[in-house]
């Protein structure tokens, strides 16, 4: 008998649309299946890794640039080599995209793959429901993207109205006739629709379609990529951060500072907490958890955006530190827990 290939499904999706949240709750949600994941953030600090260490069955992780530029498939075709290792006994392989990568780049690339015991499981595009249409007049290309996906997950509609939802639908299914779409809050899929084997033959249908001159017609002109654009700032810091400077900074970032990930490590009332921090254009969240037994307590930041002035932008965090002779109470704490869903996790 024939042994079952493994499916490596590629999940892109623009800056912040929840492609890690999803990834999460598939791991979470799928306990009987091994998977293992290749995890690509833009900044040289994987923020991403971190936030799915420790569910998955196998992880490598990916920093500073976009896998969709890795020059052949080699690197590609050695890291799959370790992931498909029969000893791992791995399902499915989950590579989840840097914000900014090409996903028809990441499909020649595997594509072009000659390890033999892989099969493509189709490519899903994840959208943030409520920044979508914003970021699409800014990046007209973000269409071609959704073009190239087999399912398009439409997250993120716990933000937006009945109305603006149904609007973002119809706007794709406009340019992607036919590609499915499902709706989803806070990337909860049914794990079984990206895993299963019938839609994973019909992706495999559709992708057979796809030629590989197909998705050569890019050219693979870097230049054209999103992420030629763009620019990461990493920030890290021992020092405590005091967090009513960091609010300021926050309030105030630059219009171009589309994605801030990270956590950090606040002086006075906030320090017994690790404090999680997604900014997804206007959108800002704090996540509170509890430091784990060991871990340094520090700061580490990756902002991503265009246009931005990485100095100006370091200098301004290196200057949120808390000095030894600063007071710091709850009361510094209020601007940060505004941006908390769940208050009570927070001290
Ligand atoms: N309200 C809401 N927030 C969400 C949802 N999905 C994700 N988020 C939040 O959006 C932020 C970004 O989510 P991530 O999963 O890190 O997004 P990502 O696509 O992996 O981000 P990059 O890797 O930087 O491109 C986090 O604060 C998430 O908690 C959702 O459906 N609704």
């Not at 030629?228 to 926050?250: C, I, K």
């Not at 997604?278 to 509890?290: D, K, M, N, T």
Request: with cysteine; net charge negative.
């Amino acid at each position: 008998m024939a042994t079952q290939r493994i499916p490596v499904v590629l999940v892109t999706g623009f800056l912040g649309s929840g492609k890690t949240t999803m990834l999460n709750h598939l791991m979470r949600d799928s306990a009987d299946t091994r998977i293992g994941v290749i995890v690509n953030d833009f900044g040289s600090i994987n923020i991403d890794a971190l936030a799915v260490a420790g569910q998955v069955d196998s992880m490598i992780p990916i920093e500073n640039g976009c896998l969709c530029c890795a020059a052949d498939a080699t690197e590609m075709d050695e890291m799959l080599g370790r992931l498909t290792d029969p000893e791992l006994r791995i399902d499915v392989v989950v590579i989840e995209a840097s914000g900014l990568a090409e996903p028809q780049s990441m499909i020649r690339t595997l594509l072009s793959s000659t390890n033999e015991r892989i099969v493509y499981g189709g490519l899903v595009e994840v959208v943030d429901a409520a920044e979508f249409p914003a970021t699409r007049a800014r990046h007209p290309e973000l269409d071609r993207h959704v073009r190239a996906a087999d399912l398009v997950v439409l997250n993120k509609t716990d933000r937006v109205t009945e109305e603006e939802r149904r609007d973002v639908l119809a706007t794709v299914q406009d340019f992607a006739p036919g590609t499915p779409v499902l709706t989803a809050a806070h990337g909860r899929v049914d794990p079984a629709v990206l895993f299963d084997h019938r839609p994973r033959e019909a992706a495999g249908e559709r992708f057979r379609q796809l030629s590989f001159a197909d998705v050569c017609a890019d050219g693979h002109d870097h230049a054209h990529h999103l992420h030629a654009a763009y620019q990461s700032v990493e920030f890290t810091s021992a020092e405590p951060l005091h967090p009513r400077r960091v609010m300021e900074f926050l309030d105030s970032r630059p219009a171009g500072l589309y994605r801030v990930k990270g956590f950090l490590h606040f002086a006075g009332a906030g320090r017994e907490r690790k404090f999680g921090l997604h900014a997804v254009g206007s959108y800002l969240r704090f996540e509170p958890s509890p430091w784990e037994r060991g871990e340094p307590r520090v700061t580490q930041l990756v902002l991503i955006g265009t246009g931005i002035d990485a100095d100006t932008v370091s200098k301004r965090l290196a200057e949120c530190a808390a000095t030894s002779t600063e007071e710091i109470d709850e009361t510094h704490m209020m601007g940060v827990l505004r941006y908390v869903d769940d208050v009570n996790g927070a001290d």
